[in-house]
């Protein structure tokens, strides 16, 4: 009886959007088309039904239509997703900024993958009860948090305002573990992470790491604080900012662009969501020179700013191209409580290029580059880029790039990190030395990081058994091979030996420049523990070439100038 019920809602759904569909004039493209649907509608019923009634174990209903949906959606890009109740709190976020929580980010770190807070949320229930970073959650409600991803705990910490969660965790320094009961409260995520003046310098910086509901307020806030002290220049950094809502990125562009100008157009298959969208109000940063920092990780409401900035000539754009995710999604709600982000139309730049890139085409150009020429991966990187771009022209008759994505008007590449500090990265050693020392000692006021201290890490890297990864180890290790095999003489191996010995001595970690990077890397720990994420970006300053340069262009009026009239040559398309 179940079973028919549900194939009974099913073929209705279909038939109420073919007989709303049927009072259109009549296509027979478009008929041939819902018959195509009809027929496949009723092969899946006829499959469902023979499953349930002759597989040799009981099908469960909900998991089976389920995984149906999750199978049909795949086949669509990876922006159309069916959340399911339970997942709806994701969804809270983006579009409200808020949820029901205790207020701490979380990862898993280490070895054993263990459910770790990377920082308490400042005046939220976690933050007040004394809950720390580096703290590692054990259980949650009484149900060990082993195997756990990000988001089992998520499910389990979030909730409804007023009612409460109890977490156990495990602290460096204390040998028995800790719980604590906390009632949760509307959790407010920020979306300026940072805001304010830099250092000894007349530029105002901005970093805005989503685009939820609450952006354009936030940012509206930041610059009214920032524009009262007169700056000479801001800078607006969308680096690895995912995007997120257009109204919100609508919001931002608007407070450096003049009323009425275009900021972003979106485009469907039916016509019925083709907009343009301009700005209004009374924009707050019009006049001040502006830069806005890129890169790969800049997606979507980024990408639609950094667009509208550089197609109306409004500031320069730094850093490397961005992701090129430009697919507008609707949000559907579901009986049941569940719901459809489906993808309803793309975005297009004012100067009309598609934000999206063709992620089949630019594969394909890529293998193709990479059989073809015998190149270095950054130069076939840099060739595929070349091969798509299309071009455009700005307000000011500058020339821009279409294939996907925003090319930056100067292409500068973040810091390389050494491989010995991003082997450190990957085995947690920042992280954990930051939570040891933190626990052990009285905690500092500054995240800046003393002899003493770089001292200390470099006793617990030997602690941890340590050993950094030598470029050219595995070629001399070849070698000795070699001469074993063909039996040559001492002087051969010591010729090696000598060689090992430099290369170890340049990848030591307390002998620049790798020492300077892993103070950083270890400060930007230390400010992430003792501040969270605003300690942590002011703490990245240091060693930026991309901010470095775009203090230099906003302090150099000439220059700055020169690149927005189109006098001074954008640099090449390149990819990150």
């Known amino acids: ?237 969308l680096r690895s900012n995912p995007g997120g809502l257009l109204p919100s990125a609508v919001e931002v562009a608007q407070q450096f662009l003049r009323p009425g100008m275009e900021i972003v157009s979106t485009r469907s298959r039916t016509g019925k969501m083709d907009r343009a969208f301009t700005a209004g109000g009374e924009p707050l940063a019009v006049d001040v020179p502006l830069v806005v920092l890129i890169n790969g990780g800049s997606a979507s409401a980024s990408e639609i700013v950094a667009g509208a900035i550089q197609d109306h000539d409004r500031g320069v754009v730094i850093g490397t191209s961005s992701f090129g995710k430009g697919l507008v999604q609707s949000v559907m709600n579901l009986p049941g409580g569940a719901a459809l982000k489906i993808t309803t139309a793309r975005y297009y730049t004012p100067s009309g290029r598609l934000i999206q890139k063709d992620r089949k085409k630019e594969d394909a150009e890529q293998a193709e580059l990479a059989a073809d020429m015998e190149m270095e991966p950054a130069a076939r990187d840099t060739a595929a880029s070349d091969s798509v771009a299309l071009k455009y022209s700005t307000d000011n008759g500058r020339q821009v790039f279409g294939g996907g994505g925003i090319t930056p008007d100067i292409a500068l590449e973040a810091m390389r990190l050494d491989p010995v500090v991003v082997e450190m990265y990957r085995r947690d050693l920042f992280f954990d030395f930051a939570q040891n020392w933190l626990n052990t000692r009285e905690r500092p006021t500054s995240f800046l990081i003393s002899d003493e201290m770089f001292s200390h890490y470099v006793d617990f890297l030997k602690e941890k058994n340590f050993e950094p990864p030598v470029e050219g180890t595995k070629e001399l290790g070849e070698l000795r091979v070699i001469g074993k095999r063909d039996s040559l003489e001492g002087r051969y191996f010591d010729e090696i030996a000598a060689l090992e010995s430099e290369l170890r001595a340049r990848f030591d970690p307390t002998v620049s420049p790798i020492r300077e990077e892993v103070r950083r890397a270890l400060a930007m720990e230390m400010a992430s523990a003792l501040g969270g994420m605003t300690w942590r970006v002011r703490a990245s300053f240091e060693g930026d070439p991309q901010l470095g340069e775009a203090v230099s262009v906003l302090n150099n009026g000439a220059r700055y100038s020169a690149i927005l009239s189109g006098t001074e040559r954008a640099m090449a398309p390149i990819k990150e």
Do not use: C
Request: hydrophobic letters at 35%; a negative charge; zero cysteines.
């Open 1 to 237: 009886m179940k079973i028919r019920m549900l194939l009974t809602a099913a073929l209705l759904v279909f038939n109420t959007s073919l007989f709303a569909v049927e009072s259109e004039p009549p296509d027979s493209t478009r008929e041939t088309a819902y018959r195509e649907w009809a027929t496949q509608i009723k092969l899946f019923g006829e499959i469902y039904r023979r499953v349930n009634q002759q597989y040799v174990d009981p099908v469960d209903p909900k998991a089976f239509i389920e995984a149906a949906i999750d199978g049909m959606l795949e086949t669509l890009d990876p922006y159309t997703v069916y959340f399911q109740p339970d997942d709806m709190g994701e969804l809270e976020v983006i579009t409200q900024g808020e949820y029901g929580g205790i207020g701490i980010e979380i990862a898993l770190r280490g070895k054993d993958k263990e459910l770790t807070v990377v920082s308490p949320i400042d005046d939220t229930p976690a933050s007040r009860k004394g809950i720390r970073s580096g703290d590692a959650i054990t259980f949650i409600n009484g149900k060990s948090t082993r195997g756990f991803t990000t988001s089992d705990a998520a499910k389990l910490i979030r909730g409804p305002e007023g009612t409460e969660v109890t977490i156990t965790i495990r602290r460096v320094g204390y040998e028995e573990p800790l719980e604590y009961t906390l009632k949760r409260e509307a959790i407010r995520v920020h979306d300026v992470s940072y805001a304010g003046m830099l250092e000894n310098s007349p530029i105002g910086y901005v970093k805005l790491s989503r685009f939820s509901g609450k952006a354009g307020e936030e940012l509206a806030s930041a610059l009214k604080d920032l524009m009262a002290k007169k700056p000479g220049g801001i800078i607006l950094d």
